[in-house]
Every structure is written in C-alpha cells, then in structure tokens.
C-alpha cells in the first residue's frame, strides 16, 4: 500500500491524490456514522435507483448491525 502511495504521489503531486479522485468522480467524502446510516437507508428503501439494487444496501446495513453486536458481544471477552 505504501508503493502504490508513493507511486501516487510521483504521478500526480499529490499525497491525497486517492481522496481526490474519490471525492471528484463518486462524491465520495468522509462523513459521520449517521450520515453514511441515512444515505444507506434511503438508497435501500426509499427507491432511488432506477436499478433493483435496493437489495445490496439493504444487506449492507443487516452486514453492519452484524459487525456491530459482534463487537457488543465480544468486548467483554477481549477487555478481560
């Protein structure tokens, strides 16, 4: 990972040359937990794409709630 940065970072001038192009050509942007929630959300059931993709964002959130009562329940087992 740190070649391709370097390589990066040669070829354009830029140390953050992978954030750019995410944020020119996906509008993608670092946002908070419930931000990315709500975008997730409306593009599972609110219908936005013309697709019938709803279903991946929809397994998206079920992957995270997972990832997330996973972690609640192991806690307990790793601080100790």
Do not use: S
Not at 34 to 40: E, G, N, S
Not at 42 to 57: K, N, R
């Amino acid at each position: 990972m740190a070649g391709y940065e370097l390589y990066l970072r040669a070829a354009t001038g830029d140390w953050l040359a992978w954030q750019h192009a995410e944020a020119v050509g996906w509008q993608r942007r670092f946002t908070n937990p419930l931000t990315a929630f709500h975008t997730t959300w409306v593009a599972g059931f609110e219908h936005e794409f013309a697709a019938h993709i709803d279903f991946v964002f929809q397994l998206e959130i079920i992957a995270v709630l997972a990832g997330v009562i996973t972690t609640v329940r192991c806690w307990p087992a790793a601080a100790a």
